[in-house]
């Protein structure tokens, strides 16, 4: 790809570095490991580059990229951890300075508890998407995120209940 | 449980993740390394080409009939 494409993406990735940012925390469970997610979605993202529409809106592109770039590798790994997500991040400065707050705390533990493919589901919840939208950027049925949302509204409401139980 | 109750604090997370800057080195590297990895890929074709190539002329040689 030309010099052309390559200033294009790297403005395009930098405007919409929340999104990058904010998934690959919330996949990681370390800063290392959300380093290295950054990189693989970033490469992912450059190979989908060519083949961007711009039929569809830049977010929904980077969101369907970089989700399944991220499910692919957790379902790679054996052991999909489970575990508490990147929760020093909220310690340091940076995120003090930012307004964190313990709903902040509380949306990442509880979202960062989820299998992969749920955390997805909730994320384009989230953002606004519907059924059937999210279902296209995941390539599940609408049946299959119906209830995906319905057991993941079940272990939210117990995950949230707990850590906000622990916060107070 | 309404998941809707969480959207203000994804707005909230994802407005100060939008605050930690990507590197333009970052994003460099990684299209450098899909550009390294094609040629890469690109001469390693070429190689396996040519050694099939090479043995289906050296075969095709040794079987004259």
Known sequence: ?????????????????GIV???????????????DYRQDVLLSLWRAYPHFK????????????????LISIQR??????????????????HFQHAGSDDNLLVLQQAIGY????????VILYLEGYDNREMAKMLSIS?????????????????????????FK | MNL????????????????MDIDESEILSCMESQDNSSIKMFSKRVVQNIFVYSMILALGGGCSF
């Open chain 1, 1 to 17: 790809m030309g010099s052309d494409s390559k200033i294009l993406f790297v403005a395009l990735i930098r405007q919409n570095q």
């Open chain 1, 21 to 35: 940012n904010s998934l690959c925390r919330l996949y990681a469970t370390s800063h290392e490991e959300m380093k």
């Open chain 1, 54 to 69: 711009e039929e569809s809106k830049v977010s929904t592109w980077m969101y369907r990229v970089a989700l399944n770039t």
């Open chain 1, 76 to 93: 790679k790994k054996k052991h999909v951890i489970l575990t508490e997500p990147i929760s020093e991040s909220f310690e340091n400065n």
């Open chain 1, 114 to 121: 989820l299998k992969p493919m749920d955390k997805a589901v």
């Open chain 1, 142 to 166: 609408e049946t299959n995120v119906s209830t995906k949302l319905n057991r993941i509204k079940t272990q939210l409401k117990k995950t949230v209940k707990t850590l906000q139980d622990e």
């Open chain 2, 4 to 19: 809707n109750r969480l959207k203000p604090s994804w707005d909230q997370f994802k407005a100060i993740n939008g605050l």
